[in-house]
């Protein structure tokens, strides 16, 4: 069974019933390695041809879909046909000259990219593989269509008849169809997979992974004059079928750490923004206030911010009560609590209005308390009812109501979310390497142990490595936490050398206090870093090109080319619970996507449990 983006649940709505009855044919009968896509905007000009279908080996087909019966065609030539749709007459471009039209678009995109096309010999500069274009018919037999001569406007070879995609057509027979489009003399190779997301990567800007740079990628449309990247990372098949497929209602994805799931969020808000550049804003919110900063500048950076609304939780609830004249909790012991308070009241007295935003879309999700959710459902618009929840049971490190004990008594419709059977599980995690998440499973071993719920519980998902490669965790022993700043230090500006900006490296600790012992180093050695000791406080900024200094539970949500983690010969303490802190060690080992760099000084602690042959002396 092909892969068809978005799923047809999804776009079934907006279809002819032509183009249902296609999406239905495609699906069922072609293999499972075809990828299809249904009036998704494609390459640089973002043109929207109906139908885009790409194999391996057979190559690239842009396929347009007329619902036309032989009694709208009025006259019909190789360039224009009149057409009567509801006895009004129009003229229109041949369907297979626009259908060449799109194909066009999408080979002078791909033609850009060195890796696409010959090097040299008589093809030099052509596509490594097949493309064609192609016309189908879905309320016009073969029969109709040569007795009325339309055989004279569009070669018959490319057309598909409507008694040619019945339900019982023999599938070999189906694809035989769509492949005779093809010239008999454009010949190609197998495309890679490397190849395949280059294709994607080119066509499909919004699929794009960002570089370490940037929590999203800032660049959606190609430039026809910049070079193209060596490497070219897109979410992968069921990442993008995700992404396309959300729609209105309430959603939760589950999802291991590394998984894409902010990265669908990123897209899911760009995707309503667009769509309405006018009404009620969207909002993200998440508990961190790094992460909201990181997600408020890329939405800056893409021109969206005045409709996406990126807020911590708190500060939101805050804005809120001013912006409604209502009087902020004392400072001191509760002020958060007390904060959140204040709003549910005011909410519930109707002093502050409900459905202020078209959607909200809630990023780490485990971080937020049962009445949370309450108050923040209560702010959709119920004309949209447009929630998406992110979540992650094993990044639960503040042991909300969620966590084991309460996980019983917690379910979403008790909070008001409503999304039983439109709930999903991403389980591959991305963005670590396997030696950094074999890293991680030391300490976490236990907690990834996956726990099965039904789809309005919270199941713990044990993530699987996506198989990446890279350099081994230098777990480094030294004799005091001085010494670890010193090696981490060292350890970074060597990190520079090899090619990584500032801006890609973060520290990581577990506490406040360690903060400035770990600066002193930086300092001392010039180097550019910034420290984020809490909310509000300082400068901090996300996207400058500066080491990053913070705790282990300001990263959640983040990420970084390089992480170092101190002090973890000093975890846990002996009045914190084991298993909190194996949470808190996991979440920030994987916030490293190419390079982690772990500290230990003490005989005790996690250290312990690092293998003695991974333990580098210094």
């Not at 929207?48 to 709208?72: M, N, Q, S, Y």
């Not at 190789?78 to 229109?92: A, F, R």
């Not at 096309?117 to 269509?145: E, Y």
Request: some cysteine.
């Amino acid at each position: 069974m092909a892969t068809l983006i978005p799923a047809l649940s999804a776009c079934v709505a907006r279809m002819t019933s032509g183009e249902r009855r296609l999406a239905e044919r495609l699906e069922a009968k072609l293999d499972a390695d075809y990828l299809l896509w249904f009036d998704v905007p494609v390459g640089p000009r973002q043109s929207h041809p109906d139908f885009v279908v790409l194999h391996p080996r057979r190559g690239l087909l842009v396929l347009e879909v007329k619902d036309w019966r032989l009694a709208t065609i009025a006259r019909a030539d190789k360039s224009t046909w009149d057409i009567l749709p509801g006895g009004e007459p129009k003229t229109v471009d041949n369907p297979a000259e626009q259908a060449r039209h799109y194909a066009l678009q999408v080979v002078d995109a791909l033609k850009r990219d060195p890796q696409l096309v010959h090097a040299d010999g008589r093809h030099q500069g052509k596509l490594r593989f097949p493309w064609s274009h192609g016309v189908v018919l879905s309320h016009i037999t073969r029969k109709q269509f040569t007795d009325a001569g339309l055989d004279q406007a569009i070669a018959p070879h490319r057309v598909v008849c409507s008694d040619e995609m019945t339900e019982g057509v023999d599938p070999e027979e189906f694809q035989s169809r769509l492949w005779d489009m093809f010239p008999y003399d454009m010949l190609g190779g197998v495309l890679s997979l490397p190849q395949i997301d280059r294709v994607r990567w080119i066509l499909f800007p919004e699929v794009r992974v960002p570089t370490q740079a940037g929590l999203f990628d800032t660049e959606n449309t190609a430039d026809d004059d910049a070079d193209l990247p060596g490497i070219m990372r897109v979410m992968d098949i069921q990442q993008e079928q995700l992404a396309r497929s959300l729609g209105d209602g309430h959603r939760v994805i589950h999802g291991v750490a590394g998984s894409g799931k902010t990265m669908i969020l990123g897209y899911r808000a760009e995707y309503l923004a667009r769509a309405a550049t006018e009404g009620k804003p969207v909002l993200v919110l998440c508990y961190n206030e790094p992460l909201a900063g990181k997600l408020a500048a890329a939405m800056e950076a893409k021109g969206i911010a005045d409709r996406v609304h990126a807020r911590h939780f708190h500060k939101w609830c805050r804005d809120q009560l001013l912006a409604y004249g209502q009087s902020l909790p004392q400072d001191g012991t509760g002020f958060s609590d007390e904060l959140v308070d204040k709003l549910i009241r005011a909410v519930d007295r109707k002093q502050i209005p409900a459905g202020q935003y078209r959607a909200i879309l809630i990023d780490e999700g485990h971080d937020f308390k049962p009445a949370w959710f309450k108050l923040v459902t209560q702010m959709v618009d119920p004309l949209t009812n447009s929630l998406l929840v992110l979540y992650d049971d094993a990044q639960n490190i503040y042991e909300r109501a969620t966590s084991r004990d309460d996980r019983k008594q917690f379910s979403f419709k008790s909070v008001g979310i409503q999304a039983q059977g439109r709930t999903t599980v991403l389980k591959i995690n991305y963005r670590n390497t396997q030696q950094i998440l074999q890293t991680a499973s030391l300490i976490a071993a236990e907690l990834l142990s996956a726990q099965d719920m039904d789809d309005d519980g919270i199941p713990l998902v044990r993530p699987v490595s996506c198989g990446r490669e890279g350099p081994a965790p230098q777990i480094i022993r030294l004799p005091s936490l001085r010494d670890e700043a010193s090696a981490i230090a060292d350890q970074l500006s060597a990190a520079h050398q090899e090619g990584h900006a500032w801006g890609d490296m973060a520290v990581f600790c577990r506490h406040h206090w360690m903060l400035d012992e770990l600066a002193r180093p930086l300092k001392m050695r010039q180097l550019p870093y910034q420290v984020r000791r809490g909310t509000g406080t300082g400068n901090f900024n996300p996207r400058a090109d500066s080491i990053k200094l913070m705790t282990m539970h300001a990263s959640k949500g983040l990420e970084f080319a390089v992480v170092a983690l101190p002090g973890i010969g000093q975890m846990p303490m002996r009045s914190a619970d084991e298993r909190s802190e194996a949470r808190l060690f996991y979440v920030a080992a994987t916030r490293a996507t190419h390079r982690l760099v772990v500290t230990v000084s003490g005989q005790g602690g996690f250290g312990q449990r690092l293998a003695p042959a991974d333990l580098q002396s210094f």
